[in-house]
């Protein structure tokens, strides 16, 4: 096979500046590469150029080219599975998409078969996709670039919303293609723990967009400072806490499917408590139900109060949801929009317009004003996200995912923002993550979801 070679190339979004200039590459054939660097570098852009959707779809080629060998086929894995589904079910999305290579009917079971097995998703093969979590939608995609044989695996994010498990399994069925069946596999990730042994080559942007090949011994010591400390020490709960949500008796179903049940279970009030488990196992509906989008059974209270009880307008002004999906949290257009809206609904003077400002800059998104918020990258977006919703300020904020599409300082300077709030407003923050890279210096408590039960830990 060819290598992917990337000639001086300069590629802008409509009416911006260049997203990435001059920009010269030669990425391996049958290597698995990853490209690296802050959110918003254009990481996203260039595998979208190797896929041939830009400038196609959208953007300009203003010099230069990407050379692809044209008898090499391309599969592509998005940010958001979400955007790559047609069909309803894990199943029927193989079969159309084998039916539009024109593979041979009598071909198409065996390959569907092969598939779910090399993912190890069998079990989703006839589910809705509806019903399916952020990192079960990720594997079933990648599933599907497996089933239709691509010569090139191009995976944008594609562990950002996996359990740590489910990534070693998918990074390890990765090395397999390529030293099995010699593809070519590029991915970009800001988590860098578990490819020390995998990765053949590392292709580092900055915040100028320029790229570097990183050398051997600059592969050894990025890749190094990624290695989680294992069994980081969490505190438990204290009999000084004040209990905020409890839950007594509370199951949650999704079908014939049981996936939580809670005897008494109780979250506190001011701590920041990240929850774990592993992908589908109920995390995501949890939270839907804690603010009322989900039928449960048993009983959740407020304070004391049976949220039932509670107007859901009063309700909503006191948690609010952070979508694991940023695009899903957006109803206007542009950015100056989306904070004008958070400001109209905001419950506290905390974040005053000169706050905001100052978080703009700190989030590096200072200056985008008129940008429309879906021509962000994935991390400006979960950036922009996370602020507006912070700029209400309700009681109980409840994130799910908030760490997806973020590089390392983006992360620190989100924490910083989200812990600042907190203390100053006496709020509660309840988070989902699978990422735990960092985390252990915001964590107040751990709470472990498994077996349909949720339980304190005291390590991380």
Not at 22 to 41: F, H, Y
Request: proline residues 3%; aromatic residues 8%; contains cysteine.
């Amino acid at each position: 096979m060819a290598p992917i070679k990337i000639d001086h190339l300069t590629f802008q979004y409509d009416q911006q500046p260049p997203t990435l200039t001059d920009l010269t590459l030669t990425i391996p054939a049958g290597q698995l590469s990853l490209l690296v660097g802050p959110s918003g570098c254009g990481k996203s852009t260039l595998l979208k150029l190797m896929a041939g959707l830009y400038p196609t779809f959208g953007g300009q080629l203003l010099h230069g080219h990407v050379d692809v060998a044209t008898d090499q086929q391309i599969g592509f894995m998005f940010q958001d599975p979400d955007q790559q589904f047609t069909l309803d079910t894990v199943r029927h999305e193989l079969i159309f998409s084998l039916e539009n290579l024109q593979v041979a009917p009598d071909e198409i079971d065996r390959r569907v078969q092969q598939a779910l097995r090399f993912c190890h998703i069998e079990p989703l093969a006839d589910r809705q996709f509806s019903t399916l979590s952020g990192g079960e939608k990720q594997k079933c995609a990648l599933a599907i670039m497996i089933a239709m044989d691509s010569h090139i695996f191009l995976l944008d994010e594609p562990f950002a919303s996996v359990d740590p498990q489910s990534r070693k399994q998918l990074l390890d069925q990765l090395a397999v293609l390529r030293d099995q069946y010699h593809k070519t596999i590029i991915i970009t990730d800001h988590d860098l723990s578990g490819y020390d042994t995998l990765v053949d080559q590392i292709y580092q942007f900055n915040p100028q967009r320029q790229v570097r090949q990183l050398a051997t011994e600059q592969r050894h010591t990025l890749l190094a400072s990624y290695h989680q400390q294992a069994h980081v020490p969490v505190a438990l709960p204290g009999a000084t806490d004040h209990e905020v949500i409890h839950l007594q008796s509370l199951t949650l179903a999704r079908g014939t499917r049981s996936l939580l049940t809670a005897a008494d279970f109780s979250l506190y009030a001011h701590k920041l408590t990240l929850i774990t488990g592993h992908n589908g196992i109920g995390k995501s509906t949890l939270f839907t139900a804690l603010v009322r989008m989900f039928a449960y059974q048993g009983t959740i209270t407020l304070d004391g109060t049976d949220i039932q009880a509670i107007r859901k307008k009063k309700y909503w002004q006191q948690i609010a949801l952070v979508f694991q999906e940023s695009a899903h949290q957006f109803i206007d257009i542009t950015v100056a929009e989306e904070l004008a809206l958070s400001k109209q609904h905001r419950l506290t003077d905390y974040f005053s317009d000169q706050k905001i400002d100052q978080a703009l800059t700190q989030l590096g998104l200072d200056g985008m004003d008129e940008r429309v918020v879906y021509s962000l990258s994935e991390g400006q977006q979960k950036k922009l996200q996370i602020l507006t919703m912070l700029i209400i300020s309700p009681a109980i904020l409840l994130l799910d995912e908030p760490l997806k599409g973020l590089d390392r300082q983006s992360i620190n300077q989100v924490f910083q923002l989200l812990h600042e709030s907190c203390q100053a407003q006496h709020q509660t923050a309840i988070i989902i993550s699978h990422q735990l890279t960092d985390l252990a210096t915001w964590v107040d408590y751990h709470v472990v979801f498994d077996q349909h039960h949720l339980q304190y830990a005291e390590v991380l």
